[in-house]
């Protein structure tokens, strides 16, 4: 991945920032299981959209090496 596309993907819009926290809004978190695509809190923490913080799930790395999100 290029440098530049990196840096990219990780500026949020403020939009999207208010829809990850949840806005004013607890968002109910009813996933169970790994995901590949998420947001991490950079320590350990993530989250996968419909849910919110504050129901995080565990950033683990599978036996291939990938990272997953799982609650």
């Known amino acids: 991945m290029k440098k530049s596309n990196l840096k990219n993907a990780q500026k949020l819009s403020r939009e999207a920032q208010k829809q990850i926290s949840g806005g004013d809004k607890v968002l109910q978190c009813n ?17 996968v959209p419909p849910c919110a913080p504050p129901n995080l ?15």
């Open 57 to 71: 799930g565990t950033e683990v790395v599978d036996s291939q090496g990938r990272y997953k999100c799982c609650y």
């Open 31 to 47: 996933l169970s299981g790994c995901f590949d695509n998420y947001f991490s809190d950079g320590r350990g923490g993530c989250v």
